[in-house]
């Protein structure tokens, strides 16, 4: 069999359908004539000289597009409101503060394709009425907010942007803010508040920000991804976006593929692909051949995906009903050696971090979950603090203002529900089932495996190993080793094993 | 800008982009920071080099591969394509001799190497 040559043709792109990436890896992300040569701007063009703002709504609303940033808002209704709100300036604003660990496709897009972005804005901005557009990205992206200026300068310079684009009297403006590294400004109303140069802090929605959005006039909002969707769906047609997908979650997404995988990088799919397509057979299954544990989609808001549900299509609502959520679409695979434990402390840890402290649910009780947490992971925990992790868990799920506060406790809710067994374990028989909560793991040598040789004792750094090269078998003091693992990854015959 | 004038220029590029030899170098911040930098140099440098006008060395985003880069694609004429992944400056200046240079694609640098 020959050879493939060319990355197209790799098992990893089997399954895929390439909609918002189109151009990334393709084009050249500073010349705007490479990005014309792809049809770049004929979708502006059309809404500009053959559609009615209506008509560009009704279309994203056949469309069945779906906010990409994880909420899953219809963006056709999300525009429809804005166009209905009457007043003097409205505005467009693009959230491309992509903050969950893991994820990073609104940066492929802006860095390989940021002309898309310009395009779709523009669209919405003739759509509902705006002739001011930001787009909000975080300052941790600097390539990608270099080639934004760079599209912004190019397509303003030939008349496709900024005052009387293509010679009609609809003008669109664009003005780039930076983050400053806050999670939450990912959330709308603090990107809002961020933009508006106040605290990024999120507000009580409603009002919405398609009625009042920055600086109160009616905005709308949406993610890089979704924006990267638009062009084509006016130029192909409503018919065929809603042709892909599931009956509910219409197109494509894209998921950034990391943790225990073979092909770790960002892939796009039909919506409806199941789990199991996209790890065994683009992602190329589990390095080592070890087991399938679960996946965690929708980052430190998410929940996991444990191997029963390997074969359910992933889409909005049914990730949703398995309690997880679509999130951004990150998807960070976990094996065996993984603790569930230890992943929802992981992820708790983030957010009680980056909660902004306005509302005392998110604020004070992240914090004691992940007090609850540590307990369990050092072995203090009880089966009655499983209980108060639950209620407290649904507590801040319903009481808390915003959308980091209410989903951050889906990792800790998620894993109750398909690993309580080794929630219980940690607290019933002082083990982690994985051997990856330190305090509750010893570190063994195996005699019949042992061959003296003392590869060990150079390795560990804390001189806890005793015992006579090519004499005795070498024994672990439990009480000074630190359980760095050090002898583990040095043991050529794997004569030692965690307990 | 109208709309003949944007047909104009795609169809210009698309001419410009299917003639001759194509060299696209993955140039995202992943990219970057996997060292496709002195790749685009060293590809850029050997074709000076040898002066060949009928090769268009540019950077392109990302593809997805993460684990494949630094990468480059050769395209021929707009048509044969071949992916070459784990670049170094040295080997990519090996593909620029064999392959630009000598019209022989270098098998083992290849994506179908590294994955099926």
Redesign the interface.
């Known amino acids: 069999m020959e050879k493939i040559k060319a990355i197209e043709e790799s098992v990893s792109f089997k399954h895929q359908e390439r909609i918002a990436l189109r151009n990334c890896g393709i084009i050249n992300p500073e010349v705007l004539e490479e990005y014309i040569a792809r049809d770049g701007y004929k979708a502006l063009a059309k809404v500009l000289m053959d559609m009615s703002p209506e008509e560009v709504i009704d279309t994203m609303i056949k469309s069945g597009l779906r906010g990409r940033g994880g909420g899953g808002f219809p963006t056709g209704l999300k525009w429809s409101f804005a166009a209905k709100s009457q007043n003097d300036q409205k505005y467009v604003a693009c959230n491309a503060d992509e903050g969950d660990p893991g994820a990073f496709m609104d940066r492929s897009v802006l860095e390989g394709d940021p002309h898309a972005i310009l395009e779709a804005m523009a669209i919405a901005g003739y759509a509902i009425g705006a002739s001011q557009g930001y787009v909000y990205c975080r300052a941790e992206y600097p390539l990608a907010v270099k080639r934004l200026e760079i599209a912004i300068e190019q397509a303003k310079a030939v008349g496709l942007f900024g005052e009387n684009i293509f010679g009609t009297d609809f003008s669109f403006d664009l003005e780039i803010r930076l983050g400053a590294g806050a999670f939450v400004c990912g959330e709308e109303t603090a990107l809002i508040a961020s933009i508006e140069g106040k605290r990024g802090m999120p507000k009580v929605r409603p009002p919405f920000p398609a009625v009042k959005g920055i600086f109160d006039k009616p905005t709308v909002l949406n993610n890089v991804e979704t924006f990267a969707n638009i062009p084509q769906i006016i130029l192909r047609g409503a018919d065929w976006f809603a042709g892909m997908g599931t009956e509910k979650s219409k197109g494509t997404k894209v998921f950034a593929l990391a943790g225990k995988i073979n092909n770790t990088g960002l892939i796009e799919v039909p919506m409806g692909t199941t789990v199991r397509q996209v790890v065994y057979e683009i992602g190329g299954g589990i390095p080592g051949g070890k087991a399938y544990k679960a996946a965690q989609t929708g980052g430190p808001s998410g929940g996991c995906i444990p191997a029963s549900h390997l074969d359910t299509p992933v889409d909005y609502d049914n990730l949703i009903s398995i309690g997880s959520m679509m999130g951004s679409g990150g998807m960070i695979v976990m094996d065996e050696d993984n603790c569930m434990v230890d992943i929802a402390r992981f992820f708790l840890d983030f957010t009680e971090e980056e909660s902004c402290g306005k509302c005392s649910p998110c604020r004070i009780g992240t914090k004691r979950m992940h007090q609850l947490l540590d307990k369990i992971v050092e072995g203090r925990g009880t089966l009655a603090d499983l209980d108060q992790l639950e209620t407290l868990a649904k507590t801040i799920k319903a009481a808390s203002l915003c959308g980091l506060g209410q989903t951050s406790p889906n990792p800790v809710l998620s894993t109750l529900r398909y690993f309580r067994d080794e929630y219980v374990a940690h607290v019933t028989e002082k083990k982690c089932p994985a051997g990856v909560c330190k305090a509750l793991v010893d570190y063994k040598v195996v005699a019949e495996l042992c061959k003296k040789c003392a590869l060990c004792v150079k390795a560990c750094p804390v001189d806890c190993i005793s015992g006579e090269k090519g004499k005795t078998v070498y024994e672990i003091d439990g009480a000074k080793c630190i359980k760095c693992g050090a002898c583990i990854t040095a043991c050529p015959f794997k004569a030692i094993i965690k307990e | 800008?109208?709309?003949a004038q944007?047909e104009k220029?795609?169809k210009?590029?698309?001419e410009k982009?299917n003639t001759g030899i194509r060299i696209?170098v993955?140039m995202?911040?992943?990219g970057?920071a996997a060292g496709a930098k002195p790749v685009l140099e060293a590809i850029q440098e050997e074709i000076e080099k040898v002066g060949l006008d009928n090769v268009t060395v540019?950077?392109?985003?990302?593809?997805?591969?993460?684990?494949?880069e630094p990468?480059f694609?050769v395209i021929k004429d707009g048509g044969?394509?071949?992916?070459y992944?784990l670049m170094t400056p040295e080997k990519a200046k090996e593909v620029v001799k064999e392959h630009i240079i000598g019209g022989k694609?270098v098998?083992a640098y290849?994506?179908?190497?590294e994955?099926?």
């Not at chain 2, 985003?61 to 684990?67: E, H, I, L, S, Y």
């Not at chain 2, 044969?80 to 992916?83: C, D, F, L, Q, R």
């Open positions: 800008m109208n709309i944007l220029i795609q210009e590029t698309l982009m696209a993955g995202p911040t992943c970057i540019t950077q392109v985003g990302c593809v997805g591969a993460c684990r494949l990468m694609d044969e394509k071949v992916t992944v694609i098998e290849t994506v179908g190497a994955e099926a």
